[in-house]
C-alpha cells in the first residue's frame, strides 16, 4: 500500500511562486506513474500535471502551462511542482496521485492512491 503526503501549499499573493512536495512511501516510488490534481470549492476535481516513473515526458493543463514544472526525485521517493505567477483562479487543495507503470493519464480514476491534499490560496 502507498501513501502519499504533500506538503508546501500555503496563502500567497498573486504573482508568488510555490514548490509543492509529495512523498510516497509503502511501495517502489519508481514503479510509478505519479500526477498532480487540484480541486477548487465547488467545483469538480481537474487534472495539473503528470510525470512518469522516468521522470520523462511530463503532461500539464493547458491553464498551468508555462507556469507550473512537475519534477520528481527517485532516490527521495518525492515528486514536486514548482508554481510561479500564481493566480487567484490557482487556488484549490493540491492532491498528489500514484498508479502502477503505464502511460501517462490525466484521468483521476485510474490513479490508485491518493495524497490527503495540501491547500494553496492565492490572493488578489
Known amino acids: 500500500q502507498v501513501q502519499l503526503v504533500e506538503s508546501g501549499g500555503g496563502l500567497v499573493q498573486a504573482g508568488a511562486s510555490l514548490r509543492l512536495s509529495c512523498v510516497a512511501s509503502g511501495g517502489t516510488f519508481s514503479r510509478y506513474v505519479m500526477a498532480w490534481f487540484r480541486q477548487a470549492p465547488g467545483k469538480e476535481r481537474e487534472f495539473v500535471s503528470a510525470?512518469?516513473?522516468?521522470?520523462?515526458?511530463?503532461v500539464y493543463a493547458d491553464s498551468v502551462k508555462g507556469r507550473f514544472t512537475i519534477s520528481r526525485d527517485n532516490a527521495k521517493n518525492t515528486m514536486y511542482l514548482q508554481m510561479i505567477s500564481l493566480k487567484p483562479e490557482d487556488t484549490a487543495v493540491y492532491y498528489c496521485?500514484?498508479?502502477?507503470?503505464?502511460?501517462?493519464?490525466?484521468?483521476?480514476?485510474?490513479?490508485?492512491?491518493w495524497g490527503q491534499g495540501t491547500q494553496v490560496t492565492v490572493s488578489s
Open positions: 496521485a500514484a498508479r502502477r507503470l503505464g502511460v501517462i493519464t490525466d484521468y483521476g480514476p485510474s490513479y490508485e492512491y
Open positions: 510525470i512518469s516513473w522516468s521522470g520523462g515526458n511530463p
